[in-house]
């Protein structure tokens, strides 16, 4: 056997690495949503105004940061929001928001899904039927196209 | 509206003639197949034989009766019929991918090849040689080019790419045609021009975050050429209207991803995709607005009968919910993916008829315009 056959360290080489043709990825970092409020929420959810609570945690979605601990922290708080509904608000909370507002709803509620805690998948279907009963396929499909991820 | 099938396989592509009697299609598999219309039947004439992969894209020219193929073998022939039979001439494309579509340019002395080169080829006849040369189209393009639309001044053409975005290019051949005049779009022309580029660098109107989320499946120029609609994977339709590109409206669908659109009116679209079924769009200038106009393929009313308990508790168990409209098999009359669409009666300013071909190996027409500007099918979520 020839003597280049015996090393597989040219394995470990990402060749796309080196194509000049490599996309790149023209994301610009500058228009940088920090995410929602926490401590406003809180306490709004405390006194009971979940609806509030729920429009204020869709808004400055952090979808342009690269900084995971951004995006962890308003998927908490969105979690947290949305964990803390009544299963006959849900459906008017929905009703609520626009086609953007769903397509935003459905990328948290499938962020959600990706680390279910105690109670959280429930509630989550329960959101999930709601939100695709508004937005339909389309909804999901551009949750899984998205190329700025909450 | 009706439905033939021909195959059992997916049609690639297909290409009508110009009197719609003959329709080139390819089954699937290296050669493309004309059939001829004969009553209700379609009867298979000829078969073009000479490509060494999959047939990824077929245009008939109207006037001058020429056939162009491109497929996976990097190869583009051309096809004249010579008395009974179709003969082949080559075009070098000088591509290392495969060709993906191609389409004949308004005049017929050339046509465009998009390719997963991440260009476009666009080709034209040398007189002294005798021989097709082409000339390519690089920058800025980042990926597979998936679909073309050329513009009526013959020189702008509309390119969908895997890199999310929607762009026009100029075509312009000087050892063709003259120097076209100003449009919408531009008046400064040279080959290899971009005069509009959709997506995040582009400013985006509508709804969210707009254009640039998935691959552009298919584009298409209105009649008039000042509007280009395009449609992307992330399940979106968006029309742009040259001269005011800094506004492009979208509207997100509730639907699967559609894979090709038409114009059948300045105002209103045709699209179709993965769901099945061909559903119509219509645009608001003034407002800048795309809203859904309605499924165009009405499924025949099956009698509704009540619902046994039996089957209520079967449901539940299946589906989690008991509800009533089963959707046991597909209502559409195609049964698989909608891969293409062509106008056929009436161009793009009045179409009056139209064909899908898709997945399922069949194809399907539906008559009448009045309906589509109209009456509006009611579409339930």
């Known amino acids: 056997m020839a003597k280049n056959t015996l090393s597989s360290r040219f394995r470990k080489l990402d060749i796309d690495e080196f ?77 609520s928001l626009d086609r953007s507002g769903v397509d935003l709803l459905m990328k948290y509620i499938y962020r959600g899904f990706e680390k279910p805690s105690d109670n959280s998948s429930a509630i989550l279907l329960q959101w999930h039927e709601k939100a695709f009963a508004v937005g339909g396929l389309g909804s999901i499909v551009r949750v899984l196209t998205a190329r700025k991820t909450v | 509206m009706a439905y033939h099938s021909f195959l059992l396989e997916p049609i690639s592509c297909h290409s009508w003639n110009k009197d719609r009697t003959q329709i080139a299609l390819c089954p699937n598999n290296h050669d493309v197949h004309i059939y001829k219309k004969d009553g209700t039947k379609w009867i298979k004439i000829h078969e073009l034989k000479e490509h060494n992969g999959q047939v990824t894209g077929i245009d008939w020219a109207p006037e001058s009766n020429r056939i ?26 000088r591509i290392n991918r ?29 007189q002294e040689n005798d021989w097709w040369v082409c000339k390519h189209i690089k920058k800025p393009i980042r990926s597979t080019v998936l679909s ?21 290019f100029s075509a312009y051949i000087k050892e063709v045609e003259e120097k076209p005049g100003p449009t919408v779009w531009g008046s400064k022309m040279p080959f290899g021009e971009v005069l509009f580029e959709s997506g995040p660098s582009g400013v985006s109107g509508g709804a969210g975050d707009g254009a640039g989320g998935g691959w552009v499946h298919g584009v298409c120029f209105s009649h008039s050429g000042n509007r280009l609609a395009w449609t992307s994977h992330d399940s979106t339709v968006a029309i742009a209207e040259g001269g005011k590109t800094s506004t492009i409206s979208s509207l997100s669908s509730e639907t699967l991803p559609l894979l ?70 597909l209502e559409s009359l195609h049964k698989n993916s909608i891969s293409q ?32 500007t109209h009456t509006h099918t009611t579409h339930t979520v």
């Open chain 2, 68 to 93: 162009v193929t491109c497929g996976t073998d990097r190869n583009a022939y051309v096809w004249s019929l010579k008395g009974e039979v179709w003969k082949p001439t080559l075009v070098i494309l």
């Open chain 2, 148 to 168: 073309l639309d050329w513009h009526p001044n013959n020189v702008l053409l509309a390119a969908g790419s895997c890199d999310f975005k929607c762009r026009v």
């Open chain 2, 98 to 126: 495969a060709a993906r579509c191609v389409s004949w340019s308004p005049k017929e002395n050339k046509f465009a090849v998009g390719s997963g080169s991440r260009l476009i080829s666009i080709c034209y006849f040398e």
């Open chain 1, 19 to 95: 194509d000049e043709n490599k996309f790149v990825d023209d994301h610009d970092e500058a228009v940088d949503n920090q995410g929602p409020d926490g401590t406003e929420i809180e306490n709004l959810i405390r006194i009971g105004d979940t609806m509030t609570a729920f429009h204020l945690a869709l808004r400055n979605p952090p979808l342009n940061t690269k900084n995971p601990a951004v995006k962890e922290r308003a998927l908490a708080i969105v979690l947290r929001v949305l964990t803390s509904f009544k299963s006959s608000d849900i459906e008017p909370a929905v009703k």
């Open chain 2, 260 to 329: 090709c659109v038409s114009f059948i009116t300045e105002n209103s679209l045709v699209a179709a995709g993965h769901d099945c079924y061909p559903v119509l769009f219509v645009y608001d200038g003034t407002k800048g607005s795309v809203t859904f106009g309605g499924k165009l393929d009405v499924p025949k009313q099956t009698s509704q009968r009540g619902i046994s308990a039996r089957e209520r508790f079967q449901n539940l168990d299946r589906r989690a919910t008991s509800s009533e409209t089963t959707e046991q098999g």
């Open chain 2, 341 to 372: 669409i062509s106008v056929l009666e009436g161009g793009k300013s009045k179409c009056s008829t139209f064909c899908t071909t898709g997945m399922d190996g069949g194809m399907e027409w539906s008559h009448g315009t009045s309906r589509y």
